[in-house]
């Protein structure tokens, strides 16, 4: 069930002025004209009503959950006396009152724009929720704000992207089902899922959802395709153990991880292939997504990215890997074993392999043993 925290309609507002918030000027803030924004703070009885229209929704309807929904603004206000209101510092414990008189349901927060993902991180709901707005409009960006949210959980909840698609509104449909892909494999790459698909066969393309674009049939097939790989390969994307060191172990003085091919990235630049890194004691993951001849805006379409030839790496281990694999949702996803050398360099041992580049994405995994 979706209620945002504090809307309430102007006839409401005009019989609860006092459970408003105002501006520093001492306007009260309206959304989009419509909705009145009420002041959330424990002290105000507004809590306590909209607690109550959440259990309502779940005990009457029968909704196994609420979404607490929220418009990224305002971030600071005043209540009806003129004391000032910091809406971060009060998000935590409404949603542990919610939580509290919710038991068992779904529960989770909106941080619209990224905001504010911290102080609410560890609050007890379900997953960490984030819609993504401007200027979040890189790939570089995507990779932060996942890598950001799980730090603040200790990787203890799931991190899932709103991040609509406006190509599949607004542009050629080729065009934005590459971006959609790219996207995806951005969002898994980095340990999240992504709020992509909304009604049947559709996906959405804002924060309105009724305004869902209906996907083709050649569009549902890739993108099932696309999930599909995120869930059959789960373990190498949303295990919390697996550390990204796509920055420290690659590149300049890091040689743990050797690299020879087209120009790459460690975060989604520009015209690279771009490596995502992660380990853990048992298997080293390199995610491979190919923008070779695009731009790195999430939220754009994109051509078909320019074929990358052989991909070589040498990589770091402490004994000789027990097998190497490749698979990629562009071809089925099945995994394709793939023979190395293991080679003794001034460093140690490596396991030294090559793969093609993937069309838009690929997935390589050692296991240790």
């Known amino acids: 069930g979706y209620g945002a925290i504090y809307a309430a309609s102007k006839p409401f507002y005009e019989k609860h002025r006092d459970w408003g918030l105002y501006t520093s000027a001492g306007d009260p803030h309206i959304f989009i004209n419509t909705f009145c924004i009420m002041n959330i703070a424990s002290s105000c009885p507004w809590r306590k009503r909209i607690i109550g229209q959440y259990e309502r929704a ?10 607490m929904d929220t418009y990224g603004y305002p971030k600071t206000a005043f209540d009806s006396q003129g004391n000032s209101i910091r809406l971060s510092h009060e998000f935590a414990s409404l949603i542990e009152e919610t939580r509290e008189t919710l038991k068992e349901a779904r529960l989770i927060f909106n941080n619209v724009g990224n905001w504010p ?28 704000i996942i890598l950001d949210a799980r730090l603040s959980c200790n990787n203890s909840k799931t991190v899932v992207l709103a991040a609509y698609l406006a190509p599949f509104r607004t542009g050629d449909p080729d065009q934005a ?24 066969d559709a996906v959405l393309t804002q924060g309105y959802y009724v305004d869902h674009i209906l996907l083709k049939e050649q569009q549902v097939f890739v993108l099932r395709q696309y999930f599909d790989f995120s869930v059959r390969y789960e373990e190498l994307f949303f295990d919390p153990s697996l550390e990204d060191i796509s920055f420290t172990h690659i590149g300049g003085d890091n040689q743990e991880y050797r690299y020879s091919g087209p120009a790459w990235s460690p975060d989604g630049q520009a015209d690279t292939i771009w490596l995502t890194l992660r380990e853990n004691e048992s298997r080293k993951v390199i995610s491979i997504i190919n923008l070779l001849g695009n731009d790195d805006s999430w939220n754009a379409g994109k051509k078909q990215p320019v074929s990358g030839g052989a991909l070589r790496f040498a990589v770091q281990v402490d004994h ?50």
Not at 179 to 199: D, P, Q, V
């Open 58 to 67: 779940v005990l009457e309807i029968g909704f196994d959950g609420i979404h």
């Open 117 to 144: 993902v911290r102080p609410v991180a560890n609050a007890p709901q379900d997953a960490i929720y984030i819609e993504v707005w401007d200027p979040y409009s890189r790939y570089s960006h995507i990779r932060q």
């Open 177 to 200: 089902l590459n971006s959609a892909r790219l996207l995806l494999a951005a969002t898994a790459s980095n340990g999240a899922t992504n709020l992509l698909i909304g009604e049947r």
């Open 320 to 369: 000789k890997p027990c097998s190497v694999w490749m698979a990629s949702p562009d071809n089925g996803g099945h995994p394709l074993e793939l023979p190395f050398d293991f080679e003794i360099t001034d460093r140690g041992h490596t396991a030294a392999f090559a793969v093609d580049a993937p069309e838009f994405w690929g997935l390589v995994f050692l296991e240790l043993g």
